[in-house]
């Protein structure tokens, strides 16, 4: 009986986890980015990643510099970007790609090296579509809810920053210290209530190190 009970509560578990990681979660918000229209013209940069991204209601204003279009969706994983490629880049034929994963993936305990090679994969894609692409990753961001992963979002940053260094169409953008305050702790007044997605001085912060001309 023992038995029977472990592989019934291992079946449930497991089906609980592959549809946590079901990418068709997503299928609405990937609906809406195919009624967006492509725009003409030079310097088009496609914004895309989790909610971070998602939630970055000033980008058009705060990135004046490039056209832009947000593709984010909340709650995404890296494979999860792999999956929808297609629909939340490539179709709009840009010039430069703006990517923020990372950081469910941590949370939801992937290991780092594991979430390069998707990473990887991405960029495969990305560059197979058009060769000068230009591909920004922006680091994981430390967060208060999330501070007990700090040496798995540093591993991961390390990595990114290593992957990107070696490869001429790769930029790391490190958004990780700027959000540290005094204590080299995430700063507490950058984020809203849940301790985990930012406000306005948050994005600002970001505004200043990504939305710079980035030729």
Partial sequence: ??????????????????????????????????????????????????????????????????????????????????????????RFRPDKVYIYEGDNDIAAEKEPNAILETTKQITHKILESNLNTKIYFISAKPSPSRWAYKDQYLSFNTLLKDYCNNHNQLFYI?????????????????????SLHMNREGYLLWKDIICKDRK
């Fill in 174 to 194: 490190d958004i990780w210290n700027v959000m540290l305050d005094e204590n080299s702790r995430p700063s507490p007044h950058i984020f809203i209530s849940d």
């Fill in 1 to 90: 009986m023992n038995n029977i009970f472990f592989l019934l509560l291992l079946s449930i578990i497991t089906n609980e986890n592959l549809m946590a990681q079901d990418p068709h979660r997503f299928d609405e918000q990937i609906k809406i980015f195919s009624e967006y229209s492509i725009p003409e013209g030079e310097d088009l940069a496609v914004f895309t990643g989790s909610s971070s991204i998602r939630f970055w209601e000033d980008l058009v204003k705060d990135c004046t510099e490039m056209q832009v279009i947000n593709t984010g969706f909340g709650g995404s994983h890296m494979s999860d970007l792999l999956f929808f490629l297609d629909q939340t880049v490539l």
